[in-house]
């Protein structure tokens, strides 16, 4: 196999699996390449990365050795995502009643919905998530992206469980926006053992949902280790749950007029 | 910029934009390169993926002129995925009461979602779908994959609408389980005009749902090029849809028995 076919095949066998372990014997089976060359293929391919500021390629020492690609966005990608989303979520034609706003298309843009999942990723990478959690349904397409990049299964909370849910552990909460008593539940067996969860949702105001949400796991005896949202109200300013990390902060949200969004991007204090 | 940094960025590139047109000017600006070079180095990431069969790169003529990375998981990629599915859908623990399979630990793996999306991508591919569209819960993370390698928005069809979803067109149907009227709607906005859809779902018996979905888009003027299920129960053998693919066709579904799984991978008949 040719030198740059192998970087070429290597280079898309670490993106495919972004924080996922990969032994170099793997790697070996399917370009046939000495351990040597491997090894210096993956130098290559973590400086290009890294000059790009498109993430890296650690090193795993230990008992298995291999590698493991950290996938990162650059700088000038985030400016960009960051501007064309304050612009978007800026138009007052997406003001709804009740202090919401319409972010549907949005959560269903394909470039959004990976964007979030990499920002997300980036931000929670060394808290060792081991599991991601949603409530449904605007979160799950952020969710997925989310467990796509940190490489661990997805549990999705569901407002009214059924049959296909199998057992399920459930818990009642107050609802932040209409006071009243809801439930919502989960699979028991799609939760992990020991979780570290990190919990996703498209849009915080008092985070009482979020906080539904940590009480729902603690049952499983799990570590909620953050929550990430794609937007989050400035008001009120002290959520129900700590640790929240917001991508953008809404603000003077009232029907007919032009809300206030400010990127809080927060990996850019980091 | 070195001839393998320019190869590996090019890679990563055409990767993070799976079925999307690449213009050669947007890449220039990007790896400092001349055309000459890239269409050289386009040249090579096509040959080593095809050799891997890891999908092609495919120019784009016209005045704008580009590239645009299709891809496709290797024989042995599919063989195994194959494999590994049938033996942890055959499990008889998974057996629910009414004729269900629970399936969401599986539905939340994250190789899974990705599996499926480029599966359900790689099938569609030529359709000319504008938008993918799936019915809350289970089937979105699916649904998200499939989005993203095909490259368009997705649209999440509501059981129970709520306030953040703005205008809705709703539409009701006889559920095929227990065969009450129930209601579905879409929000009007995620809906982009003149869309070729395609309904993405977990898992299918009689299709009334797929078919409710059929006659909400109908009210867009959406054509529906097609349904793509994870599972499908091999009775009733007539569906309600036409054009209906899956993956896997589950029988014998009795609690306490063990279900039979038949792959139906669609495109190994292609």
Known sequence: MRRSERLIGLTKHLLDRPNQAVSLSEIQGLLEAAKSSLSEDVGFIRQALENLQQGTVQTISGAAGGVRYVPRLSDTERALFSAEMVERLSDPSRMLAGGFVYMSDILGDPLVIDYVGRL???????????????????????????????????????????????????????????????SM???????????????????MKAGATCKA?????????????????????????????????????????????VPVVRSTMFWETQ
């Open 120 to 182: 997300f990723a980036e931000a929670f990478v060394t808290s060792g998530v081991n599991v991601v959690v949603t409530v449904e349904t605007k979160g799950i397409p952020l969710a997925v992206a989310t467990a796509h990049y940190l490489h661990c299964p997805l549990a999705i909370v569901r407002r009214e469980h059924r049959v296909t849910d199998g057992a399920v552990v459930s818990v009642h909460y107050v609802s932040g926006s209409n006071r009243r008593i809801q």
């Open 185 to 203: 539940s989960i699979s028991k067996r799609a939760m992990p053992d020991f979780a570290r969860a990190l919990v996703v949702d498209d849009f």
């Open 213 to 257: 949400v940590v009480h729902l796991l603690a049952e499983f005896q799990a570590t909620v280790v953050g929550t990430a949202v794609f937007a989050a109200t400035a008001e009120p300013l002290q959520k129900l749950v700590d640790d929240y990390k917001a991508l953008f902060e809404v603000s003077d949200l009232e029907e007919g007029r």
